[in-house]
Nanobody, 120 residues
Framework: HVQLVESGGGSVQTGGSLRLSCSAS?????LAWFRQVPGKARQGLAG?????????YYPDSVRGRFTISLDRARNTTYLEMNGLKPEDTGMYYC????????????????WGQGTQVTVS
């Protein structure tokens, strides 16, 4: 079992930045961030394997604007979001997987409670 606790989120202007944080109770193989907009399925935004040297995953919609990072000593992942757009508004979730396959590209095994991001 992995417990995930998010912090950050809030309201920002178009073009602004936010940093989300997620503290995990232990070290899973994969930590990821998802977003859900009303009426749409949750979409993976970024994923990172906890082994050293792994390259993070980003879909085209956020590549170049969002950056995921990992503090291995603290089991904490961060999502830096820059150049925010109104379409980035939604509920953001931290997630974890028990294995390394398709990190952020399949349904995770564990979810955080979510944090709201509003861009106007």
């Amino acid at each position: 079992h992995v417990q995930l606790v998010e912090s950050g989120g809030g309201s920002v202007q178009t073009g602004g930045s936010l940093r989300l944080s997620c503290s995990a109770s232990n070290s899973p193989y994969c930590l990821a961030w998802f977003r859900q907009v009303p009426g749409k399925a949750r979409q993976g935004l970024a994923g990172i394997l906890t082994r050293p040297g792994a390259n993070p995953y980003y879909p085209d919609s956020v590549r170049g604007r969002f950056t995921i990072s990992l503090d291995r000593a603290r089991n904490t992942t961060y999502l830096e979001m820059n150049g925010l757009k109104p379409e980035d508004t939604g509920m953001y979730y931290c997630a974890a997987q028990r294995d390394w396959l398709q990190c952020a590209r399949r349904t995770p095994d564990y979810w955080g409670q979510g944090t709201q991001v509003t861009v106007s």
